[in-house]
């Protein structure tokens, strides 16, 4: 019975795929004999096609499609309560040797994983349609197009998946007719129906695998429906697997956003940034400068690959095609261009809640609470409940071409020259509003030492600070170490002459009230203006131990309503917490061991020199 359901499932392959590819071919039919589906249904990528899995999501009932007028052709879905995160804890990086993963990842040896994972995997489909979706990240016209195929049982996350990245017929004819090699990413949920079992809205499984194979390229994600978990072109391919492609090949796979800044004087510099997840990428790739004359443009909110062109240049693209975005804190008032963006429609939204009008609603949306809504969790609520009405990691997942402020650029396949990096994290003290590193090495040593407060984008305490290097913490596709010199061999590679520059933002330190005491969000491009003005060799400056920061007349504040006394705890640097600081760095460097690079011990005590310590 069962081996003739495998033989009906393989003529059933072989009958309708619409590739010969048969590296491709091959392993499509071995998933479906090891995870057993229903049916197997290519994806072509059409909008026709997405409406109709759409409509089959809302006719079960695991799709809510809204009827505000605001929100055209768009859909609010709702996870499993246990599903809403990335599980940094469940996550592998399975390289053949235990030292290539390092201490920032979890490690198991590969065959024992894969063995694992193929109980896991066996029948996991049963009662579902297993969907083939093949994919680039970056553009297909690239002269070596980063291809993928995500095998999933989740219409979920096809549908995620075309909003995030390039999918369909196209790519897969181009990957079939040169035969190129393409990053495996199987997934599942987790939750197979046996006859006549019901379906829940959200299946997911309580047992989760993140699993990267770096060497193999490869990719296995199983029983989280959770966009860092399961939409596998994301995190998994374009950073980890990514980040170890471009150690082997002479790169960087960053999780950054990146914007094209034109001053005034229509010069044009691109900033790309690297912070931690929910601390600010996404809001700052959709900016709305509020100093008069500056123009933003966004090539991307989260990840940048990064290649040296002929001319050792840095050039960089972003290899997504979407925004899947933090909902909470995202409102007219903050973030206008992620709203005008939102307002075109096709977007889905995961863990918002519902207004009665058939919108949806997060904290922050606007100033002023509905009167009535109704949860993520799907309870009735008022502006006296106890429970904030979206999680916290409630998203949007819209069209990245959406936003009137793409640049040009965005489209071109050798990417945009980059003139400076931000790093930046959530620091109520110590790091100050804007740093400007020594040199290229001094902003290596700031990325590596990077720290962050937790946020609900992961599990884990929110509010706890933890490092975070380069915001690379969770993605690092290899041993950390080895990723901090990959970054140190750039300038060996291109020329001092020819690194951007490097800067430590903080958008979040706070005031003896407890209070943030900077803006913000739109008043960011103050500091912009001010990195801008340092690239070209003006902007006033103090030079601390940290490295050059803003003088207390050097950014400019025209129209912008703050107290001394909050601009200064802003801007400042204090020795204090400095002295504070060192030790935890110690601390954190003890945890690469061997693998420190020498020249992290050689500015971290250059750094203590400076601050007048041993
Ligand atoms: P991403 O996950 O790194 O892309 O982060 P987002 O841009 O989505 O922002 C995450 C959260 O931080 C949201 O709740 C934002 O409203 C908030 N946020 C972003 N930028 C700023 C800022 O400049 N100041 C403050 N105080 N909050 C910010
Ligand atoms: P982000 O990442 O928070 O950096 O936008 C998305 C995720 O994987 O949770
Ligand atoms: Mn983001």
Not at 134 to 153: C, N, Q, R, S
Not at 313 to 342: C, D, K, S
Request: proline share 6%; glycine share 8%.
């Amino acid at each position: 019975m069962v081996e003739n359901a495998a033989s009906n499932l393989a003529a059933q392959i072989e009958d309708t795929a619409p590739t010969k590819y048969k590296a491709l071919l091959d392993w499509v039919r071995e998933t479906a004999e090891l995870t057993q589906p229903d049916s197997v249904y290519w994806v072509n990528g059409s909008q026709e096609e997405y409406d109709r899995i759409a409509q089959e999501m809302v006719d079960a009932g695991s799709l809510v499609r809204l009827t505000d007028p605001q929100f055209p052709n768009s859909y609010a879905a709702f996870s499993d309560p246990a599903d809403v995160a990335r599980v940094e804890s469940r996550t592998f990086i399975c390289s053949e040797k235990e030292e290539d993963a390092g201490f920032t990842n979890n490690w198991k040896d590969p065959a024992e994983m894969k063995s694992i994972l193929n109980d896991a995997f066996d029948g996991a489909m049963r009662g579902r349609t297993m969907y083939v979706v093949p994919f680039v990240m970056g553009p297909l016209d690239a002269k070596d197009p980063k291809y993928g195929v995500e095998i999933t049982d989740s219409p979920y996350v096809v549908l995620s998946m075309r909003i995030m990245a390039r999918v369909g017929t196209d790519v897969l004819d181009k990957m079939s007719e040169t035969e190129a090699f393409f990053v495996p990413a199987l997934h599942s949920v987790g939750a197979p129906l046996e006859a006549g079992q019901e379906d829940v809205t959200w299946p997911s499984n309580d047992t989760k695998w993140i699993v990267h194979f770096p060497e193999e390229r490869a990719i296995v994600s199983y029983g989280s429906g959770y966009g860092g978990n399961a939409l596998l072109g994301k995190k998994a391919y374009s950073l980890r697997i990514a980040s170890a492609m471009a150690r082997d090949e002479g790169w960087m796979a960053e999780h950054m956003l990146i914007l094209k800044l034109t001053s005034p004087e229509g010069k044009s510099y691109t900033i790309t940034g690297a912070f931690p997840s929910a601390t600010g990428k996404t809001n700052l790739a959709l900016i709305d400068p509020t100093l008069e004359g500056w123009k933003a443009e966004t090539l991307g909110d989260d990840i940048a690959w990064i290649t040296p062109d002929d001319n050792n240049q840095l050039r960089v693209v972003n290899p997504e095609y979407g925004f899947f975005g933090v909902a909470p804190g995202t409102g007219w008032h903050t973030n206008p261009n992620a709203m005008r963006a939102i307002a075109k429609g096709n977007t889905i939204f995961t863990n918002v809640a519902l207004t009665p009008e058939g919108g949806v609603w997060w904290e922050g949306l606007t100033k002023e609470k509905p009167a009535q809504l109704t949860d993520w969790l799907g309870n009735d609520w008022t502006p006296d409940s106890e429970t904030p009405a979206a999680h916290p990691n409630s998203r949007f997942c819209t069209p990245i071409d959406q936003t009137d402020m793409l640049a040009d650029e965005y489209y071109d396949p050798e990417g945009i020259k980059l003139d400076a990096i931000l790093f930046g994290g959530r620091r109520d003290n110590a790091i100050p509003l804007v740093t400007e590193a020594r040199s290229w090495q001094d902003g290596v040593f700031k990325g590596a030492t990077l720290s962050s407060a937790q946020t609900a984008a992961a599990e884990g305490t929110v509010g706890v600070v933890r490092r975070d290097p380069m915001a690379m913490l969770p993605f690092i596709g290899y041993a950390a170490g080895d990723y901090i010199q990959n970054w140190l061999d750039m300038e060996d590679k291109i020329g001092t002459e020819n690194m951007p520059q490097i800067f430590l933002v903080n958008w979040f330190r706070r005031n003896d009230q407890g209070k943030f005491s900077w803006p913000g969000f739109g008043e960011n491009s103050r500091v912009l203006k001010w990195v801008v003005e340092r690239l070209e060799g003006k902007g006033d400056g103090v030079e601390t131990p940290i490295g050059v920061v803003p003088t207390e007349d050097a950014l400019d504040l025209t129209g912008l309503d703050i107290s001394q006394d909050n601009l200064l705890n802003s801007i400042s640097f204090h020795a204090e917490e400095w002295h504070d600081e060192i030790p935890m760095i110690e601390e954190w460097f003890e945890k690469f061991g061997d693998k420190l690079p020498a020249a992290m011990s050689e500015e971290l005590q250059g750094l203590k020199n400076r601050l007048g310590l041993k």
